[in-house]
């Protein structure tokens, strides 16, 4: 009998089980330790410039010992260079201990409002977290496959 191949589950463009949303946080911590190999001692404003890609912004917003928010984002030119809005401009927690990093939700550019994953409804919960989520692990690798890194532990 043939096995059939299976490709991972954060793959899918749908969850299929709160285990697999578990597997993704697990996939983006992965990730995200590869584009910040010192990520626990990174403090303040980070800037990662590739040449012939836009520059990826990250913050650290709040330190704990097991865990660390932080921002990620790039930065755009608004109208005849006059405002810059961030995009995505994701919200991050990082587990360490767990080995885990979940977005936690995103400021809209257009409303100046943040707008939380868990700001859904039970039933849609789930979708709204693999959503977001997914679009981290895509964005992460794209990041990566570019260049990007975070070296080292003091602010710019």
Partial sequence: MLLEAR???YLDPRPRSFAALMDLYEANYIRLRRLCPELRSLQGVRVSRVAGA?????????????????VLTYYFEGDEGRHRRKSPNLYLRVYHDARQAEVMGRACHRSGEEISVGDHPDWQALEHRWRFNRFLY????YCLHQGHRFEGPGAL
């Fill in 7 to 9: 490709k991972p589950a």
């Fill in 54 to 70: 836009m520059d990826v912004h990250l913050e650290v917003i709040e330190r704990c010992p097991y865990t660390t928010t932080l």
């Fill in 138 to 141: 895509k964005w992460l690798g």
